[in-house]
T-cell receptor, first 115, second 115 residues
């Protein structure tokens, strides 16, 4: 069973389009995240939701909007796509483990290419 | 603010050599958690280990070992008798307890193991 899944795996689109990436976790976790990994492999957190409430909103353009319909889903909608949005986007989830911190489980990633 | 430094951008070794990946962190918190993740060429992010700031005991898991030293703020990762399948990008990450869900990653070290 897939713990954290993302769709689509690949997304190729034209500049200016609007697109969404979906994420679902079946781990029963309370917290979900979106990360962006650029071409140099640098991983940067974009958003974090805990029980459907936005916790972290790093400095990302407001063209990016996360939507959490329920605890198991965190979708990422991107408006007016730009060339610089091309990257791999990872969804992750975590549950506090007493005394152990917040290990995050990652989805397989969505490679977005903007032409 | 928390910060993770992986000074080694790329390392190349020949199979069966031992290799150590360095990770140095900065934090103002007394309770924090350290992680290592592996990203093989297939792209997924694989969790390897988690350590909390109160547990400085080193850990060994098969050919993998981790050396946590609070005195030098380091959490280094050693692969013994490296294999070609160890080729990947390895990320060190830090999260602080008071920051709830905020995990910050280092820039990653690309390890290439040649046959």
């Amino acid at each position: 069973d897939t713990a954290v899944s993302q769709t689509p795996k690949y997304l190729v689109t034209q500049m200016g389009n609007d697109k969404s990436i979906k994420c679902e976790q079946n781990l029963g976790h309370d917290t979900m995240y979106w990360y962006k990994q650029d071409s140099k492999k640098f991983l940067k957190i974009m958003f974090s939701y805990n029980n459907k409430e936005l916790i972290i909103n790093e400095t990302v353009p407001n063209r990016f909007s996360p939507k959490s319909p329920d605890k198991a889903h965190l979708n990422l909608h991107i408006n007016s796509l730009e060339l610089g949005d091309s990257a791999v986007y990872f969804c992750a989830s975590s549950q506090p483990s007493p005394g152990q911190g917040w290990e995050q489980f990652f989805g397989p990633g969505t490679r977005l290419t903007v032409l | 603010a928390q910060k993770v430094t992986q000074a080694q951008t790329e390392i190349s070794v020949v199979e069966k050599e031992d290799v150590t990946l360095d990770c140095v962190y900065e934090t103002r918190d007394t309770t924090y958690y350290l992680f290592w993740y592996k990203q093989p060429p297939s792209g997924e992010l694989v969790f390897l280990i988690r350590r909390n700031s109160f547990d400085e005991q080193n850990e060994i898991s098969g050919r993998y070992s981790w050396n946590f030293q609070k005195s030098t703020s380091s959490f280094n990762f050693t692969i013994t008798a490296s294999q070609v399948v160890d080729s990947a990008v390895y990320f060190c990450a830090l999260s602080e307890a008071y920051m709830n869900n905020d995990m910050r990653f280092g820039a990653g070290t690309r390890l290439t193991v040649k046959p």
